[in-house]
């Protein structure tokens, strides 16, 4: 549809389309309004939103009404006719239909524009208030016509007018809002599917308790999002049963069809990204893991991670890997002092590689690798949870005067912790854009791209992350960014920068915990 202005010279053909569109010229500041509100529509119908179907249909009946009293001309029928034909035939096709929320804030919003268009009429415009009805309607009719008050008046009904309706029409296109985060006996359920064998190195994040939760048909698999800025973003592949992945990501996207959510995933493995049909997708990064099975700290190559823990042995610093849910209540103590102290005050960030709930023991399968210095005082730590057959390195925090070497000894203890518990692998942490820092010849765009990295390293840390991993010779598992459409990609850009950037918001602790995987017991080890 089309908007056209009553301007003075109008050429006659644009009066003829604007009797087609329209059925008559409209002044100017109307005509804009209406075509922004327009596009919304239109953008809205081919989300398939209900609420612009349901608009169409407004639109359509206001012509046969215009029609029926004389206003239009009777030729308009059969164009609206076949509008309202086609519409009523397609109404299956708009699912997303407008959520509670959202029409109750189109009440109110619509509510509160006529108390200030008649308050704004009667107190201010000089207008009585038997006359309040017809001048208000006057004011914001389509022509805008004059009104008995104030010569003000007019353009200020127009505008509360034009904005309340582009603020109306927007809010009933928009999608739900954010749902509430997964209920204990939800995360319970997603805990024993993270244990299977078949789960995914970063399926333990998905046990966040920010994040809410869409399982398979059969619940044999589930999906761990959160939805920001209109973007639900997954949180890597499905957890659970591989069979069953398939199905998880269809339920996540028949959800984000119903919601009008975009979709996304942050991490998807190179072995899924077909599974998401349709969606783009792009690599920005490898997640860094070892295999304990070879590593080793012989050779040339790894010299400087073997001095590194050769240094923390000669400071006497000692080390012992226990699960979380043992630690006493003193050493727990000392260590969320060694975590608070190792932040300098700074918030929790992250989310397709951070859990919460940092030692509370919440979470089941975590251990911690301590190191004690020659007085046996904790001084650093590292948390690893379990996901399937392999571990996933959660959190690493060390006192800022501590002994350098600290990271590398840790890893290198639970390295051999792992062979010895026969895990197949341990996952590091993640290195984004791995391939450009990597690069002995970059180009014109790489050499910005990996300057841009190398001054925004102080904040967001990615070069001396990428350094420091690749001291252990790790392997890399490639991570891509799934997305619906580049015309999200503003919105898909803030979401994912501020769920990875953004603080980790204080989530109460939970009364009961998670159910162990495994026998917790078995679990503890000491070095010397």
Not at 189 to 194: I, M
Not at 215 to 220: A, V
């Amino acid at each position: 549809m089309l908007s056209v202005p009553a301007v003075h010279g109008t050429p006659s053909w644009l009066d003829r389309l604007s009797l087609l569109t329209t059925g008559r010229p409209l002044a100017p500041a109307h005509a804009v309004v209406l075509a922004i509100a327009l596009v919304f529509v239109a953008r809205g119908a081919l989300l398939r939103r209900r609420a612009a179907w349901y608009g169409l249909m407004v639109m359509v009946g206001m012509g046969f009404a215009a029609v029926a009293v004389g206003g239009d001309a009777y030729w308009r029928l059969p164009l609206l006719a076949a509008a309202a034909v086609a519409l009523w035939v397609s109404r299956d096709t708009f699912v997303v239909r407008p959520h509670p929320d959202r029409i109750r804030s189109a009440v109110r919003i619509g509510a509160v524009l006529v108390v200030l268009a008649a308050v704004l009429t009667v107190v201010l415009g000089g207008v009585t208030i038997r006359s309040v009805g017809p001048d208000v309607a006057q004011g914001l009719s389509a022509t805008g016509g004059p009104s008995g008050g104030a010569a003000w008046l007019p353009g200020a009904l127009s505008l509360i007018g034009g904005v309340g309706l582009l603020v109306l029409v927007v809010t009933l296109l928009a999608p739900d809002p954010a749902p509430p985060p997964g209920d204990e006996d939800e995360r319970r359920r997603v805990a024993g599917l993270v244990a299977h064998p078949g789960s995914d190195t970063l399926a333990p994040f998905a046990l966040r308790r920010d994040k809410t939760y869409v399982f398979s048909p059969d619940g044999r698999a589930a999906i761990g999002y959160r939805v920001l800025f209109g973007v639900a973003v997954a949180g890597g592949d499905p957890v659970g049963a591989p069979d069953a992945h398939d199905a998880a990501i269809n339920a996540f996207l028949e959800l984000c069809r119903r919601t009008g959510w975009r979709p996304a995933v942050l991490g998807a493995s190179s072995e899924l990204v077909s599974s998401w049909g349709g969606l783009r997708s792009f690599g920005f990064g490898d997640e860094v893991v070892l295999f304990p099975e070879t590593f080793s700290l012989s050779g040339r190559l790894m010299r400087n991670v073997r001095q590194a823990v050769k240094r923390t042995h000669n400071f006497g610093v000692k080390s012992e890997i226990v699960p979380e849910r043992e630690l006493g209540d003193e050493l727990r103590g000392k260590l969320l002092d060694v975590a608070n102290r190792s932040l300098g005050g700074a918030a929790e960030r992250g989310f397709s590689m951070n859990l919460d709930e940092l030692l509370t023991g919440y979470h089941p399968g975590a251990v911690v690798a301590v190191a004690y210095d020659d007085r046996g005082a904790p001084i650093a730590f590292q948390r690893y949870v379990s996901a399937g057959q392999g571990l996933s390195l959660d959190a690493m925090r060390r006192l800022p005067d501590a002994p350098n070497g600290l990271n590398e000894r840790l890893i290198t203890d639970i390295a051999e912790w792992a062979k010895q518990q026969r895990i197949d692998v341990v996952s590091l942490n993640f290195a984004a854009f791995r391939e450009l820092l990597d690069a002995e010849e970059r180009g014109p765009v790489e050499k910005a791209g990996y300057q841009a990295l190398h001054l925004l390293d102080p904040w967001i840390a990615v070069e001396s992350l990428y350094l420091f991993d690749r001291k252990f010779r790790p392997g890399y598992r490639p991570r891509s960014i799934v997305f619906r459409s580049w015309a999200d990609i503003g919105w898909l850009a803030a979401a994912l920068l501020t769920l990875e950037f953004g603080r980790v918001g204080d989530v109460p602790a939970a009364d009961r915990v998670l159910e162990p995987v495994g026998d917790p017991s078995a679990m503890g080890h000491r070095f010397h």
